[in-house]
T-cell receptor, first 112, second 108 residues
Framework: DGGITQSPKYLFRKEGQNVTLSCEQN?????MYWYRQDPGQGLRLIYY???????QKGDIAEGYSVSREKKESFPLTVTSAQKNPTAFYLC???????????FGPGTRLTVT | EDQVTQSPEALRLQEGESSSLNCSYT??????LFWYRQDPGKGPEFLFT???AGEEKEKERLKATLTKKESFLHITAPKPEDSATYLC?????????FGTGTSLTVIP
């Protein structure tokens, strides 16, 4: 089955700790994205990557970092510099930036 | 500033009662408009892509239409399993802009 996997589904961390969220796709898509979803707000773009070893900041990149060492993987690190990290994080991929995005199941991160 | 607005925020329908959801946008250089369905606690599921004014797409009880400034998602004779949040997104340049969604509840 082709698709996007995110792990874990739920993640709990203490304030001040960095945490890495996993995103893997086997759709052979070139482009991958990370979004954050908060209640009452639309999805907000954190980072996106159009090709391996290249990525661009989205609207809310501060306090986050990414890497794209392999086509199928695009992990997101939430650093201690992110002031309000508790949220639902969604990873997506697409054939190219001009095409529809397909989403993973999401990771709900809670930082206390 | 680029913006996507969805209305209404919430909609309750009786089973079989048809209605429409609206997505209006103010972006420069629209490259595409996308509709998604999102169930609670899950990732959005892709429904439709529309590229130009006048275009229409259908899938089961859903039909999406596009004008120069807005899109409608028409739901014909909805069933309880159509209950979900429906998200609209527009693409300008290399970025996607999402609306906050319409939460649809279909009552048996």
């Amino acid at each position: 089955d082709g698709g996007i996997t995110q792990s874990p589904k739920y993640l709990f961390r203490k304030e001040g700790q960095n945490v890495t969220l996993s995103c893997e796709q086997n759709l052979n898509h070139d482009a991958m994205y990370w979004y954050r979803q908060d209640p009452g707000q639309g999805l907000r773009l954190i980072y996106y990557s159009q090709i391996v070893n290249d990525f661009q900041k989205g609207d809310i990149a501060e306090g986050y970092s990414v890497s794209r060492e392999k086509k199928e993987s695009f992990p997101l690190t939430v650093t201690s510099a992110q002031k309000n990290p508790t949220a639902f994080y969604l990873c997506a991929s697409s054939t190219g930036t001009e095409y529809e995005q397909y989403f993973g199941p999401g990771t709900r991160l809670t930082v206390t | 500033e680029d913006q996507v607005t969805q209305s209404p925020e919430a909609l309750r329908l009786q089973e079989g009662e048809s209605s429409s959801l609206n997505c209006s946008y103010t972006v420069s250089g629209l490259r595409g408009l996308f509709w998604y369905r999102q169930d609670p606690g899950k990732g959005p599921e892709f429904l439709f892509t529309l590229y130009s004014a006048g275009e229409e797409k259908e899938k089961e009880r859903l039909k999406a239409t596009l004008t120069k400034k807005e899109s409608f998602l028409h739901i014909t004779a909805p069933k309880p399993e159509d209950s979900a949040t429906y998200l609209c997104a527009v693409q300008a340049g290399n970025q996607f802009y999402f609306g906050t969604g319409t939460s649809l509840t279909v009552i048996p």
